[in-house]
């Protein structure tokens, strides 16, 4: 298994702003992604981050929007840019461990909610 | 395109029932089926993971099952508790590596 921490938990936004979420495993693994839920509805995967590259995003997100970093094996960020008040959802980070049976692992998430 | 349903969306039994919530796809051509629990404004927790060549798989109180000819899973909680509570998730990895597509989820409150 892998346990995984987010930071920020919550936050309340302005308009315009931008804010950058944090995810850090305990140990290595493959992969890393970000998912998105929305209120009421269910999870969305915004992009698998890469080590070392550019993150591989889903229809519908791209770079401009939502920039991802993931620097080693263990650290990644999301970053939600010129949030508007359609981007209030639970941002999810996931790893896949490198133990690779195919069972994801998923943080806490990071409540956000922009005014 | 893989589609996920689970049915019902909402669910209310009385303490100590034994229940079963369900988890239906289209592409039965599948790597595996994960089950998560999710409280309110958390996480997801991984509860079971069923690989396609496995027919169930079984942690403490909880039984899930695959079907991969009907596009089908169900997850059985025997003697539910209130603790229960929270929103089911079924998520089905198929059609490329780490393809993952969630379910909606079923809301399930055990009345105390």
């Known amino acids: 298994s892998a346990v995984i921490s987010q930071k920020p938990s919550r936050d309340i936004c302005q308009r315009g702003t931008s804010l950058t979420i944090q995810c850090q495993v305990d140990?290595?693994?493959?992969?890393m992604f970000w998912y998105r839920q929305q209120p009421g509805q269910s999870l969305t995967l915004i992009a698998t981050?890469?080590?070392?590259?550019?993150?591989?995003?889903e229809s519908g997100f791209v770079i401009d929007k939502f920039p991802i970093s993931r620097p080693n094996l263990t650290f990644s960020t999301l970053t939600v840019s010129n949030m508007s008040p359609e981007d209030s959802s639970i941002y999810l980070c996931?790893?896949?461990?490198?133990?690779?049976?195919?069972?994801?692992?998923f943080g806490e998430g990071s409540r956000l909610t922009v005014l | 395109k893989q589609e996920v349903t689970q049915i019902p969306a909402a669910l209310s039994v009385p303490e100590g029932e034994n229940l079963v919530l369900n988890c239906s796809f289209t592409?039965?051509?599948?790597?595996?089926l994960q089950w998560f629990r999710q409280d309110p404004g958390k996480g997801l927790t991984s509860l079971l993971l069923?690989?396609?060549?496995?027919r169930e798989q079984t942690s403490g109180r909880l039984n899930a099952s695959l079907d991969k000819s009907s596009g089908r899973s169900t997850l059985y909680i025997a003697a539910s508790q209130p603790g229960d509570s929270a929103t089911y998730l079924c998520?089905?990895?198929?059609?490329?590596?780490?393809?993952?597509?969630f379910g909606t989820g079923t809301k399930l409150q055990v009345i105390p």
């Open positions: 996931s790893v896949l461990p490198v133990s690779n049976t195919g069972e994801l692992f």
């Open positions: 140990s290595q693994v493959t992969m």
């Open positions: 981050a890469n080590q070392g590259s550019e993150a591989t995003y």
């Open positions: 592409d039965s051509a599948i790597y595996n």
């Open positions: 069923i690989q396609s060549s496995q």
């Open positions: 998520a089905v990895e198929s059609g490329g590596y780490q393809k993952v597509t």
